[in-house]
């Protein structure tokens, strides 16, 4: 049973770039989060989405940054025009459907953005 | 919207050596969960403990709901277990799990 998977892993990108972050998420899990970790601080919340709905995006810049998570497919996050602040681990993480939702959320491994 | 604080920010010990670290919360919450980020960046799970107390080998963890705080205790503490310790909460009216700031530990040889 695979866990949450990301990738880029790495991506490094020049200032005015675009980024593009995938995640699949576990097996049967339905709902996706996004979280930022910037250099030496915690994880910051970004976004939240079930399949083709964005659910809460309270931590999303108002710029540049976009996610979804279309019906088939990975869940997606876009930063568009990187500039160097953008430089952070971006983690998603999964969990089961309402129903049976527990609140435990599992994470990736994480994509490490680097901005030239 | 909810806190979350940790403590302690940092913390040394020798290798073999016993520790807690607490977090602590300012509202009612649905779970709670505590992490550990190695030295390569992965998160790992160590506990899903929204009350009472759960033992995984020489970590445990104790949340008590109505004090609004947690304890994570490692015991007999090893090198691998260095690293940043994180303690998250999950509150529905969030719908969202949020972290504190962490406690890095480093355990020396």
């Known amino acids: 049973n695979a866990g949450v998977m990301q990738n880029p892993r790495h991506l490094v990108r020049r200032r005015g770039q675009e980024a593009r972050l995938r995640c699949s998420p576990m097996k049967g899990h339905s709902h996706v989060y996004w979280y930022r970790q910037l250099p030496e601080e915690g994880l910051k919340f970004m976004v939240y989405?079930?399949?083709?709905?964005?659910?809460?995006e309270s931590g999303m810049p108002k710029e540049r940054f976009s996610a979804e998570f279309p019906k088939e497919g990975p869940s997606i996050l876009r930063i568009q025009q990187v500039v160097r602040g953008d430089s952070a681990a971006y983690f998603c993480?999964?969990?089961?459907?309402?129903?049976?939702?527990?609140?435990?959320?599992?994470f990736g491994e994480g994509s490490r953005l680097t901005v030239l | 919207g909810i806190q979350v604080e940790q403590s302690p920010p940092d913390l040394i010990l020798q290798e073999g050596a016993n520790s807690t670290l607490r977090c602590n919360f300012s509202?009612?919450?649905?779970?709670l969960q505590w992490f550990h980020q190695n030295p390569w960046g992965q998160l790992i799970n160590l506990f899903y403990?929204?009350?009472g107390t759960k033992q995984n080998g020489r970590l445990s963890a104790t949340t008590v709901a109505t004090e609004r705080y947690s304890l994570l205790y490692i015991s007999s503490s090893q090198t691998t277990d260095s690293g940043v310790y994180f303690c998250?909460?999950?509150?529905?009216?969030?719908?969202?799990?949020?972290f504190g700031q962490g406690t890095e530990l480093s355990v020396k040889p």
């Open positions: 989405l079930q399949k083709e709905n964005i659910i809460d």
């Open positions: 509202d009612s919450v649905n779970n």
């Open positions: 998250a909460v999950f509150y529905n009216q969030g719908g969202k799990l949020i």
């Open positions: 993480a999964s969990s089961p459907p309402r129903g049976s939702n527990t609140g435990e959320l599992f």
């Open positions: 403990i929204p009350s």
